[in-house]
Structures are given as C-alpha cells and as structure tokens.
C-alpha cells in the first residue's frame, strides 16, 4: 500500500504564493524591455519620421508610454492602418491630430522589439546602461585601450574592416575558445580545432597571434567586446575664453563719441548762458538760453566744426573695417572639427598643411591625405559638438569617400571612379598687395600656428581668430623677440644690433619687421 503525503492547508498556500511571485517577476522582466536593443530598433525602424524630442514628420517620441497604454501602442506600431479601418476612436485621433499622414506598420516587430523601443523612449539613453556597466566593471575601459592598440588596426566593432566585426562576438564564440583563437590562431587550427578551421577559410588575411596578451588581458577585451563604445553626450564647449579675447575691454569708441557729445553740450551751455544777455534802449533783456544756443555764431561754427570732425572720424572708422574679417567663420561642405583632429587625436597641423614649413602658403590638404587615416576610420565614435549626431557625422565622412571613389565595404578603390576635389571654403585671405611667407614664420622664427589662427585645437568648425591687418601685424613684430642664439650666421649682425639699440635680444622691428619693402613690393 503507497503512502500519501498530504499537504497542510498553509504549506499549499506558500507553495501556491512561490509559484505567483515568480511568474510575477518573470512577467516583470519580460515587459521591462531591453533600452540598447530599443535604440538599435529606433533608429532603424522609426529614425526616418520621429525624434524623442521634438517633432520630425511624426511626433516627439520621448514619454510616450506616459500618454498610452502599451498594449495599444504595440497594435497600433504593428498595423495602424488595420487599427484605423477597424473604427479605433484613439487611432483616429492620433491619424487626424498628426495632418492624416499615413504611418508605415511594422508586422515584421515582435511585441518584444516593440517593448524595446518605447524601453527606449522612456529617455533613459542606452549610453548610460552601458555606462552603469562600464563603471561597475573597471576591465571593460581596460579592454578597450588593449582593442585600440593591438586590434583596431584590422577589426572594427561594427563593420568589416580587415577583420570582421567583433561587436557581442561573445554571444557567438565561447570564451575559452576566443582565447586561444587570440593568443595564436595558427597553432589553433593545427591542432585540427573545426571552427577555427572554418574561420581561417572564411578569411583570407591572415591574423597576427598575441601570446604576450594573458588571460586578464583576454577577458578585459572580451568585456569591451560584449558593451561596446559608450556614446558620450553632446556637451556645450564654453567660449568664454575666445569672447574674452574678442572683445578686450577699454573705453571703445561709442563711448569716446557719448564723451565728446557730452563736453560739446556742456561747453554750449556755458556759453549760452555766459551770452543770454543784451542791452535793448537802454534796458537788459535776459533772452533764453535755448534762443542763445540756436543763434550764437561762435555756436554756430563749433557746432559745424563737430559735425566735420565727427563725421570725418565715423567715416574712416567705417572704413578701417572694411575687408576686416576677424570671426569669419563660413559654413565648410564637410563638417571638419579641428578640434577633434588637432585636440582630442593630437595631430600635428604641418601633417595636413605640410607645405607650411618650406614654401609661401600653408597648403590645403588633398582628400589623399585624408583617406591615409580614413581608408580605416568609416565612422565616428568620439564625443559628439554642434548638435550633430553620430549618424551626422558618419555622413560627413562618407562626403570624402563619395569624392574619392572608395569602396568601404570591400576596402577598396571604385575602378574608373572619376574623383571630384573638396570645395573648401577659403577663410584667410590677405590682401594681393601684402606679402606673407608661412615658412619664414614657421620655420625660421619658430611660431606656433596658434600665435595667428588662435587655440585651432578647441574649434569644431574654423573661423578667423585674428584681425590680419597692419597695425596687428606691426604690434606683433614689435614685441616678438628673435632667437639667433642657435644660428652661427646671425651671431655678427646680432651682436651689432644688441649692441646699437642697447638689449640682449632684438625684436623682429628692430632686425627689420617695420620695412616698408618686407611686406610691400
């Protein structure tokens, strides 16, 4: 005979309750959705008509969830056409409040991938989930600097390059595996490992082994490969700096002018009121100050003398002005930052303007120069400026392969491509009468580029920093001491004017700078 065990009452409802809770939290996982998914979807699916923050061709997105409910939107982004047809009230609505344009359904979404993106739309960005991931684990940024430095020459993390893509390639391969593919692939495929078989035939470059990379090393850069880059948040850079610069404080002339104006007014009055008398048969007659103001001649001729002078000094004032472009800062047909070339990459300037240091002009760099870094760099991944997202600039780049003929999928070059040059827009341009020589600056004085274009390496978008006129110029010279301490040749004549003008070094005037002859002939 089987013996039965029963069940109390209370056991059975704590069982029964164990059971609820976790159908409850699995429910709960299921409906939280995925934001770095949600993102991916966004972009692809729902980019093209809808921003999160303000209207495209359709709505702003951003708190979407907050306005309706979430089974109605997963029915209406499946089929809202069908919802419409099907007589919906809040449909319709939303179909007529949005100027009856028809929205494109989407049955090819899962109610998951639906439940990601408005995850997404919630405006927690998926850069800060995978930030909060980066933090807790210090060996994803680790990973990172080891990609860069041993991987990135041949793989990308989205995109082939030489490599394949190696973005969430933990999802595909095992980490035991991955580790002994990376530390030598070669002696990998030797042992008859299948996989690693298929992978060398898949590819027919062959990859560099890295068995000075340990096991920490492996699985800090296996980290960075399942998160990925972190997409940083456009931040405002400050001006302060330049507009401090710009506009240097002094009295100015509008209140030299408000000065003059006020003297001329209290000099008047002091007349009219010294002349506001007359005798008339006999008897003084007090006449009014204004009266006397109007009709007194010496009054008459200061106040003619003003208007000759003032107009005369607001006239060449307008003047001097005149091909003064100081903050001309025309829009480029690529948006080229300087800031992230110069600043954030540290190139050196004379590696695009390389004609500087020998020849008259600077020189503007041919789309060639550009592709020695671009033939690898198909996208940006740097912090974002100007309201220019990353899709933006992954456009800006691909200006310069549509110039060039270049093929980023395969790496290569378009056969027969017939190339165009990039329209650059000129920003400094002296004067045909004044002549300037780059590498005498450069390369004889040893000027930094920044002594006349200014902090280049903070600008996103170029402008003119200085005046360029005469007068700057003539300062500069005057207060730019000359090195001949390193140049044997020199010694004489620097001895003579150390000598004649009674200084240790002499300025750029005092070797010549204020010849007529040197600029203008």
């Known amino acids: 005979m089987k013996s039965v065990k029963l069940h109390s009452p209370l056991s059975r409802l ?41 209207k495209l061709v359709g709505p702003a997105l951003q708190g979407v969830t907050e306005r309706r409910d979430q089974d109605w939107l997963i ?5 809202s056409p069908g919802m419409i047809k099907s007589g919906d009230k809040l449909a319709i609505q939303v179909f007529e409040e949005n100027n009856k344009l028809p929205m494109t359904a989407n049955p090819q979404l899962s109610d998951q991938d639906i439940i990601d993106i408005l995850a997404y739309t919630k405006g927690e960005p998926a850069s800060a989930v995978v930030a909060a991931s980066q933090e807790a684990d210090p060996g994803v940024e680790l990973g990172k600097q080891i990609f860069k430095a041993n991987c990135a020459a ?11 893509e190696l973005l ?21 495929v030797a042992s008859g490992d299948k996989l690693a078989k298929e992978v060398q035939d898949s ?53 030299s002018l408000l000065i003059t104006i006020l003297a001329f007014l209290l000099l008047s009055i002091v007349v009219a009121a010294t002349t506001n008398k007359k005798v008339v048969d006999g008897e003084e007659e007090t006449v009014s100050m204004l009266k006397s103001m109007i009709f007194n001649p010496f009054l008459r001729f200061l106040t003619l003398i003003f208007v000759l002078l003032g107009g005369a000094w607001l006239l060449f004032s307008w003047l001097l002005q005149i091909d ?30 390389s004609s500087a240091k020998h020849s008259k002009t600077s020189g503007i760099p041919t789309a060639n120069v550009c592709m020695n870094c671009h033939k690898s760099i198909t996208e940006y991944n740097g912090e974002l400026f100007d309201g220019h997202t990353k899709e933006d600039l992954d456009k800006e780049i691909q200006k310069i392969y549509d110039a060039v003929g270049w093929d980023k999928e395969n790496v290569k070059y378009i056969e027969g491509f017939e190339q165009k040059p990039i329209e650059w827009v000129r ?4 004067a045909d009468f004044a002549y ?51 140049n044997g040749y020199y010694k004489n004549i620097h001895d003579q004017l150390a000598k004649k003008y009674g200084v240790k070094e002499v300025t750029a005037a005092q070797m010549g700078g204020l010849e007529c002859g040197k600029c203008h002939y």
């Open 154 to 164: 041949c793989h990308k993390l989205e995109g082939k390059l030489i490599g394949p």
């Open 168 to 188: 969430k390639i933990t999802e595909k391969r095992e980490a035991a595996w991955l580790k002994a593919w990376i530390k030598d692939n070669n002696a990998l």
């Open 324 to 353: 003064v472009n100081e903050g001309y800062q025309p829009i480029q047909p690529i948006a080229f930052s300087h800031a992230v070339h110069a600043g954030d990459n540290k190139i050196d300037c004379q590696y695009c303007h």
């Open 75 to 79: 029915s209406w982004i499946k089929d």
């Open 14 to 54: 704590v069982i029964s309750s164990l059971a609820f809770l976790l159908l409850f939290s699995l429910n709960l996982t299921a409906q939280e959705g995925d934001v770095v998914n949600g993102e991916k979807l966004f972009k692809s699916t729902c980019a093209a008509c809808h921003k999160l923050d303000k």
């Open 203 to 255: 590819n027919p470059s062959a990859m560099t082994p890295f068995p000075q990379l340990t096991d920490e090393d492996i699985d800090n850069v296996l980290k960075y490969l399942a998160v990925g880059d972190v997409q940083p948040v456009a931040t405002t850079v400050s001006t302060a700096g330049s507009e401090e610069i710009f506009n240097k404080p002094g009295i100015g002339i509008l209140p």
């Open 427 to 430: 920003i400094h341009n002296l």
């Open 436 to 486: 300037y020589n780059h590498s005498q600056h450069v390369t004889v004085a040893g000027l930094d580029c920044q002594k006349c274009h200014g902090p280049v390496e903070t600008m996103h978008e170029m402008r003119q920093f200085s005046p360029l006129t005469m007068g700057w110029c003539i300062d500069c010279h005057r207060t730019t001491k000359v090195d001949m301490t390193e």
